[in-house]
């Protein structure tokens, strides 16, 4: 998985690596909680520079980006959805 790291204030645009993902494209974002990781699975519906959005099994994941921990682009389930 690729690493994402937060900006430093007053640092240039950081190269968004999500920003190259495209809606209806599926993967994995871990993203950090008060009690933990978590990952969200399944097809993206949002891309933007503040976050994505992931329709998982359990409905709309919306993780922002400062929240990210790692994330890549995953093959199609073979069980389908």
Not at 39 to 52: K, R
Request: hydrophobic share 35%; net charge positive.
């Amino acid at each position: 998985m690729s690493s994402f790291s937060t900006p430093k204030p007053g640092a240039s645009p950081p190269n968004l690596p999500w920003m190259q993902w495209r809606v209806g494209q599926r993967v994995v974002v871990r993203y950090r909680k008060p009690d933990g990781l978590y990952d969200a699975l399944g097809h993206l519906t949002e891309v933007a520079p503040t976050h994505v959005t992931v329709n998982t099994r359990k409905g709309l994941v919306t993780v922002p980006a400062s929240v990210m921990v790692t994330g890549k682009r995953v093959p199609e389930s073979p069980f389908g959805n």
